[in-house]
């Protein structure tokens, strides 16, 4: 932690760790769309890879507000976006809004990263620039032990519950 010097890299280090522990909903998004909807798994599938299809322009876009508005404010308009769209995964009754909601979680997944990135590169000396990445790395995979243990235990009752604490992550990290 010497490596990050100030609060800035500081606080993003610890926002990821916050962040990767709801991060385990993801891979149940095709069952829950299977299961709560009695679709084909060829249909949830389709869902899941719309949810894929929009991450690409999320992060080209996360890129372009990071310039236009600030990575502060990309950060946490794209964990916010997150956390709304997640929600409407766990609340969806149709297969028309769960596919909307993926739709919207993918097209906000991926803000944060390269705002995130360019605090990292801007904060921390060229020098150290490697070990500043892995220990971002370090700390993703930290926090995806937890999110294992998460899912564990709320998936038990119900996956929706998966999407409602992944949503509850992304707010946290975004106070942070």
Not at 38 to 56: K, R
């Amino acid at each position: 932690l010497v490596l990050l010097r100030g609060p800035r890299t500081s606080a993003l280090l610890l926002a990821r760790v916050v962040n990767q522990l709801g991060a385990f909903s993801m891979p149940f998004l095709t069952a829950v769309v299977f299961a709560d909807h009695q679709v084909s798994l060829t249909t949830a599938g389709l869902v899941s890879a719309a949810f894929g299809l929009a991450t690409i322009p999320s992060r080209l876009a996360g890129g372009v507000l990071a310039d236009r508005i600030g990575r502060r404010t990309t950060i946490v308009l794209g964990l916010c976006g997150c956390a709304v769209a997640q929600l409407g995964v766990a609340a969806g009754r149709s297969l028309a809004w769960t596919a909307a909601a993926a739709v919207l979680l993918g097209l906000a997944f991926e803000l944060y990263e390269p705002p995130s990135q360019a605090i990292i590169g801007e904060s921390v000396p060229e020098r150290q620039r490697v070990r500043a990445f892995s220990l971002f790395s370090a700390a993703l995979a930290a926090g995806g032990m937890g999110a294992g243990l998460l899912a564990a235990l709320l998936g038990h009752w119900d996956l929706r519950w998966l999407f409602v604490a992944d949503a509850a992550s992304c707010l946290a990290c975004a106070l942070l």
